[in-house]
């Protein structure tokens, strides 16, 4: 037995899948915490889960539970993290071991659920958006933990791209440093989460879920150790107006500038007031490329374990 079981509780079901190498797709949950209001976050939470079930995979969301590493939550478990809200601990990789210590629910961000994912063997994971290098970080640093993870942790993250609450140029060019490539899938365009397009390319563009797997493959194959940003474009049905994002994206960065909002409270703020600016659509379109995002990562879930 190696030293990290002892802190980690497997669902049996996801075990299961593992042990047999049936896809697995974990999910994070900072974003049902943290990222809609209850009872959306919770209602969200379930249809993802269905939709990768749908999918042919085995959902493992990733919590910790009273100091626990829990990967594949009950309902009861995303029913309490997700009534929690804000009150649950924001978890990223410095976070884990005081969670732990002091027997704390945690809600995991990207970062810290690519890191238990990887420790049970989970290899692709689908989100909404990733944390990355913020505006004006030229001044406070704010760049968040995820790029380093995705640097070092070997874990595919199907998002919808980074949001313009960041500075997307300066997030890509850290991913380049840190060696992660940024991949679109079916577009050249890294999509900015509420829109399909950001202005900005991505790396590579990759068409089928088959295709990429043989990429991840080889990447880990050959210990280039790190994730991947799997970058998929939110439905055209539910993109948002591009000035009418951007508006409320300049508003709530101005706001929480003048409130002094800093460090990790920065991020839930502005994603916060961007959607209390733009009410139920941008709801609407957060949750849906969520979904859209839970599909492709279990089609990729598939195909890697046929590899
Ligand atoms: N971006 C989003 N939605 C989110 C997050 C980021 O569009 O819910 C959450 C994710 O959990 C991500 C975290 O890992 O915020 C990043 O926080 P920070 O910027 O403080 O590292
Ligand atoms: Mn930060």
């Known amino acids: 037995m190696q ?41 969200t939470a379930l249809t993802v889960e269905k939709i990768i079930r749908e999918g042919g995979a085995i959902p493992a969301t990733i919590a910790i539970v009273q100091g626990r590493l829990k990967v594949g939550l009950t309902h009861e478990e995303i029913d309490r993290l997700g009534k929690a809200g804000q009150d649950v601990v924001k978890t990223s990789r ?20 690519m890191i238990i994912a990887n420790l049970a063997g989970i290899k ?61 899938y079916q577009t050249e365009e890294l999509p ?9 390319g991505v790396d590579y563009t990759i068409q089928t879920p088959e295709a990429l797997a043989v ?18 474009p939110v439905p055209k049905a539910f993109e948002m107006d591009f000035d009418t994002i951007n508006h409320a994206i300049e508003h709530a960065l101005k706001e929480a500038n003048t409130r002094g909002i800093t460090g990790k409270e920065s991020t839930p703020f502005l994603l916060a007031m961007v959607k209390e600016l733009t009410g139920g659509d941008s709801l609407r379109s957060n949750i849906e490329l969520v979904y859209n995002n839970a599909r492709l990562a279990a089609k990729l879930a598939v195909a890697y374990t046929k590899l």
């Not at 410095?94 to 659920?113: E, H, M, N, Q, W």
Request: glycine content about 10%; proline content about 4%; overall charge negative.
């Open 124 to 184: 692709i994971f689908a989100t909404g958006g990733i944390g990355g290098v913020h505006r004006g970080a030229e001044h406070t640093f704010d760049i968040s933990a995820d790029l380093e993870e995705l640097g070092r942790t070997d874990v595919a993250v199907v998002c919808a791209g980074a949001k313009s609450i960041l500075d997307i140029p300066l997030t890509l060019e850290y991913l380049e440093t840190k060696g992660v490539p940024v991949v679109g």
């Open 192 to 200: 900015a989460f509420y829109t399909r397009k950001s202005g900005h």
């Open 94 to 113: 410095r976070d884990i071991p005081f969670i732990i210590a002091y027997k704390l629910d945690g809600a995991t961000t990207v970062a810290s659920t």
């Open 3 to 43: 030293a990290y079981e002892a802190y980690i509780d497997i669902s049996s079901e996801v075990r299961e899948a593992l042990e047999k190498g049936k896809p697995v797709v974990a999910l994070e949950s900072t974003i049902i915490s943290h990222g809609m209001p209850y009872p959306m976050n919770v209602e």
């Open 215 to 232: 990429a991840l493959k080889a990447k880990w194959d050959l210990d280039l150790h790190g994730g991947i940003v799997v970058a998929n």
